[in-house]
């Protein structure tokens, strides 16, 4: 389990890239402590792209909600969606100095989830899982999810190690799942 103080920043410096001050409402939890199905779906080191579309039963797609661009890192907070209907959040920052020309300008196109760019361009990649979080959505993240009232949910912070770089470091937030599949 990571310390708390760097867990933490991690957390405030990504929401910190688009202006927010404040964020759902969290705990850290062991990743025993992750209930089935979320589980499955973040407790692991592969790339939650495949995860959800396995889970989900198909493609999922992306769509960029914001997004912010200096010359050292691109940012982005996303959904992922099932069928128009989003499967889960995420804030990520991405160092581009680190990342091949061709992986670099994948990205910046914001057509495809990061996970395939980095599988279609063979990056040796290591998805390294920093901390398990137990979520209750605030209202922006309500929204998102189409939630009409708050429903607990789980998520990861985790950092994608990339050619043996620490490349991208993310906050990724599963939907709430519905009752039937828990």
Not at 103 to 114: H, Q
Request: overall charge positive; hydrophobic content about 45%.
């Amino acid at each position: 389990m990571p310390d708390k103080p760097a867990f933490l920043e991690t957390l405030k410096s990504l929401y910190q890239l688009f202006g927010d001050t404040s964020w759902p409402s969290y705990r850290i939890v062991p990743p025993a402590s992750v209930p089935p199905p979320y589980h499955r779906l973040l407790v692991h080191h592969e790339h939650m792209t495949v995860t959800m579309e396995a889970f989900h039963g198909g493609p999922v797609r992306l769509q960029v909600l914001a997004r912010r661009v200096s010359d050292a890192w691109y940012g982005r907070k996303i959904l992922l969606l099932r069928e128009q209907c989003p499967v889960q959040f995420g804030i990520m920052r991405i160092h581009l100095e680190l990342c091949p020309p061709a992986v670099r300008a994948a990205i910046l196109r914001e057509d495809t989830p990061l996970g395939y760019i980095l599988i279609a361009h063979n990056v040796l990649r290591y998805i390294e899982p920093l901390a398990y979080l137990q979520v209750v959505p605030d209202a922006a993240l309500c929204r998102w999810f189409g939630l009409a009232q708050p429903r607990e949910t789980y998520g990861r912070i985790a950092v994608i190690h990339c050619n043996r770089q620490p490349t991208v470091e993310l906050l990724e937030v599963s939907a709430p799942l519905p009752l039937a599949t828990q």
